[in-house]
């Protein structure tokens, strides 16, 4: 099914946040030389037109003219060194940033203090990235809710993008790798093995044409937080949160983006416990799967 974009626009012309059009004559950089200590300096004009999974959005007034409040919640736990970088980058566009600590040992609470003296500190209610960005989204005050993660692996400059396409309609915007213009530095074999099943199983059970799942780079309408309907407390919450988008009927887009190497430190992440519990995630919440209990 086509998507119908806003009048006198197609996926082929759909204009940047800049006003510019999503593509030139100019040819693509590769993704290395786009870094500068793990910082990309993207210009918009080589980026790779966003994709609609779903049914576009009508003219519906106020979309396109009133500026909308932007939170940004950045779940972390020991990431003291890392803050650093994310909050310089963070854009004027973002009202409130709300950093969800999940029991920092280090200065992680201090350093975002220091860094954005009106950072909003929230505890997380339960153990896990799940519990963390619940704990979060209830806190936000914005109309649009973006989340990012604290490690330095995705860079707070591509907010705009998503944001141009919830001012033009759309209710969630989630970011992609696997688009043109978007890419990882950071993607082990074995994660990007799992992420492509994954990304079969989402697209066959709830009918979506998703280009990445397992990358939690995300902006939505806090309008439709309810229909999200989140429950999920470990990192599987990333599928929950599509699955649910696309159960809902909520307007979808993809927009490239480029994941960097995490700054400092280990990961939380575990690859193939993690994978097992989206899978679960992805089977129990497909449509229909509750009928006839």
């Not at 736990?77 to 029991?103: K, Y």
């Not at 992420?195 to 990358?215: I, P, Q, S």
């Not at 806090?222 to 159960?247: Q, V």
Request: aromatic share 6%; proline share 7%.
């Amino acid at each position: 099914m086509s998507a119908t974009l806003p009048t006198g626009q197609t996926p082929a012309n759909h204009a940047l946040p800049d006003g510019s059009p999503p593509t030139d004559a100019r040819p693509r950089r590769r993704a290395a030389d786009r870094i500068a200590d793990h910082a990309p300096m993207r210009r918009t004009g080589d980026r790779a037109p966003a994709r609609p999974l779903t049914r576009g959005p009508s003219r519906r007034s106020g979309d396109y003219r009133t500026r909308h409040t932007v939170s940004l919640v950045v779940p972390a736990r020991d990431e003291a060194r890392n803050i650093p970088w994310v909050f310089e980058q963070i854009p004027s566009c973002v009202d409130e940033v709300i950093l969800v600590d999940g029991a920092s040992r280090d200065a992680t609470v201090a350093m975002a203090r220091t860094c954005r003296p009106a950072v909003r500190n929230v505890a997380q209610s339960a153990p896990g990235k799940g519990s963390a960005l619940r704990t979060g989204f209830a806190a936000a005050a914005g109309e649009y809710i973006v989340m990012i993660d604290a490690d330095g692996s995705m860079w707070p400059g591509e907010i705009p993008h998503f944001l141009h396409f919830l001012d033009h309609g759309y209710d969630f915007v989630k970011g992609s790798r696997r688009m043109a213009g978007g890419g990882s530095l950071d993607l082990t074999p074995l994660r990007a093995l799992g992420n492509k099943a994954l990304l079969l199983v989402v697209n066959r059970l709830y009918g979506g044409l998703l280009t990445d799942l397992c990358y939690g780079y995300c902006a939505f309408r806090r309008d439709f937080l309810a229909e999200l309907d989140l429950r999920a407390t470990g990192f599987e919450i990333e599928a929950e949160m599509i699955a649910h988008a696309l159960r809902s009927g909520l307007r979808i887009a993809e927009v490239p983006s480029l994941e960097l190497p995490r700054r400092s430190g280990r990961s939380h992440l575990h690859a193939v416990s993690d994978g097992r519990r989206v899978l679960r995630t992805l089977l129990a919440e497909r449509p229909g799967a509750g009928e006839g209990r």
